[in-house]
């Protein structure tokens, strides 16, 4: 039982304009979403997180959007640069679950130069 | 620069042995994790632990034991490597806040034959 889910494997999009991944969550307890980017041969590296409290948080071009009652979380990146591409995991955690985060599957971004 | 390091990139292991995973971090954290990544699934929470000498499953101990004597130090223990253990192990530390992340290692890629 899957309680984060990115049902989108992989994304293409062209330099400059904007990628949208998307991550949806069943657990209502979860007050913790966080962004995560790997690269091939790397760890994963914390990107953005936002509280359950808020509806937005925005870090340059990265900017976390949460929908609380559709139980949906999306990360927007503009302008996407080549650079950004790579493994995308949305993740998130509650507090009544100790200091453990559940990780989505991950969406591959390839962007286009 | 502060960091998780893994002591193995890769390694080759026969079915049967008992296979040690090391992890040490120089952030002074009190919390650290192992997870594992297989495609299709994301990464999986193993074990984790809040402090020295504690330590909780997580959604997939089987298989699995963890030590930590030392609060930088964080093992992971295959007590008989199986076949299906073959995958991308990733120890992470973080604070006790939840929003600032987690820091991850560069993986070990395990394989048993």
């Known amino acids: 039982d899957q309680q984060v889910k990115q049902n989108s494997p992989s994304l293409s999009v062209q330099e400059g304009r904007i990628s949208i991944l998307n991550c949806d969550y069943t657990?209502?307890?979860?007050?913790?979403f966080l962004w995560y980017k790997k690269y091939p041969a790397e760890g994963p590296t914390f990107l953005i997180s936002?509280?359950?409290?808020?509806d937005k948080n925005e870090d340059g071009r990265f900017t976390v959007f949460l929908n609380k009652s559709a139980k949906h979380l999306s990360l927007h990146i503009v302008p996407s640069q080549p650079g950004d591409s790579a493994v995308y995991f949305c993740?998130?955690?509650?507090?009544?679950?100790?200091?453990?985060?559940?990780f989505g599957a991950g969406t591959r971004l390839f962007v286009k130069a | 620069d502060v960091k998780v390091t893994q002591s193995s990139r890769y390694l080759v292991k026969r079915t049967g042995e008992k296979v040690f995973l090391e992890c040490v971090q120089d952030?002074?954290?009190?919390?650290m994790f192992w997870y594992r990544q297989d495609p299709g699934l994301g990464l999986r929470l193993i074990y984790f632990?809040?402090?020295?000498?504690?330590?909780e499953k997580g959604d997939i101990p089987e298989g699995y034991s963890v030590s930590r004597e030392k609060k930088e130090r964080f093992s992971l223990i295959l007590e008989s490597a199986s076949t299906n253990q073959t995958s991308m192990y990733l120890c992470?530390?973080?604070?006790?806040?939840?929003?600032?992340?987690?820091?991850f290692g560069s993986g070990t890629r395990l394989t048993v034959v």
């Open positions: 952030m002074d954290h009190e919390n």
């Open positions: 632990s809040y402090d020295v000498k504690m330590k």
């Open positions: 657990n209502s307890m979860f007050d913790y």
């Open positions: 993740a998130a955690s509650a507090k009544t679950g100790g200091f453990k985060t559940i």
């Open positions: 936002i509280s359950s409290i808020k």
């Open positions: 992470a530390s973080s604070l006790r806040q939840v929003a600032s992340g987690y820091t």
